[in-house]
């Protein structure tokens, strides 16, 4: 099973601020097969990107993914009001297909 | 546009069953995969269980193989979850998800487990 860290636990930024937000796999993740989701309370999750770096139908410009292997990144440009949830990872090269336990962007 | 609706949810007593179920829209489901992923209250995502398009693979998560049955109707656009067994940490939001990577969710079904 693939575990996945990330880090850090809990973010605080203030609105326009760049977020970087890192999930660290414990093996190789095959053909960069990382996703991101964020899920703001009492919402389901939403798909921001996926292949670890193409952003899902609707997504702003602001949300990329980078990194292959064990380690990747999602970057938030300029964060606006509405992007501060949270954020999980997940991989899906092997069952389980398993997410990291998450990280928490709040407001500063 | 693709709707994902689960339905099942409700209060069961420990070692008791329940089936979910998740009626898909907007899409050709029998071209997916499809998912069931859970949530603890106040914890993270738990991802529980997959279905290829066919139905001929499935796979679980190992704190529910043995007890949760994952299959489908493509003929009925429908997901189910058989929870057989079920235990005071099985309590949680149970999401229907599209895809191995859970491109669409639903918005969840609670399932409650207490005496």
């Known amino acids: 099973e693939i575990v996945l860290t990330q880090s850090p636990g809990t973010l605080s930024l203030s609105p326009g601020e760049r977020a970087t937000l890192s999930c660290r796999a414990s093996?190789?993740?095959?053909?960069?097969?990382l996703a991101w989701c964020q899920q703001k309370p009492g919402q389901a999750p939403r798909l921001l990107i996926y292949g670890a770096s193409t952003r899902a139908t609707g997504i702003p410009d602001r949300f990329s993914g980078s990194g292959s292997g064990t380690d990747f990144t999602l970057t938030i440009s300029r964060l606006e009001p509405e992007d501060f949830a949270v954020y999980y990872c997940?991989?899906?090269?092997?069952?389980?297909?398993?997410f990291g336990q998450g990280t928490r962007l709040e407001i500063k | 546009q693709v709707q994902l609706v689960e339905s099942g949810g409700g209060l069961v007593k420990p070692g008791g069953s329940l089936r979910l179920s998740c009626a898909a829209s907007g899409f050709t489901f029998s071209d997916y995969y499809m998912s069931w992923i859970r949530q603890a209250p106040g914890k993270g995502l738990e991802w529980v269980s997959y279905?290829?398009?066919?139905?001929?693979?499935?796979d679980y998560a190992d704190s529910v193989k043995g007890r949760f049955t994952i299959s489908r109707d493509n003929a009925k656009n429908s997901l189910f979850l058989q929870l057989n067994s079920l235990r005071a940490e099985d309590t949680a939001v149970y999401y229907c998800?599209?895809?191995?990577?859970?491109?669409?969710w639903g918005q969840g079904t609670l399932v409650t487990v207490s005496s």
């Open positions: 093996q190789s993740v095959s053909s960069g097969y």
């Open positions: 998800a599209r895809g191995r990577y859970s491109y669409y």
């Open positions: 997940q991989q899906y090269a092997g069952s389980p297909f398993t």
């Open positions: 279905i290829s398009s066919t139905g001929s693979t499935t």
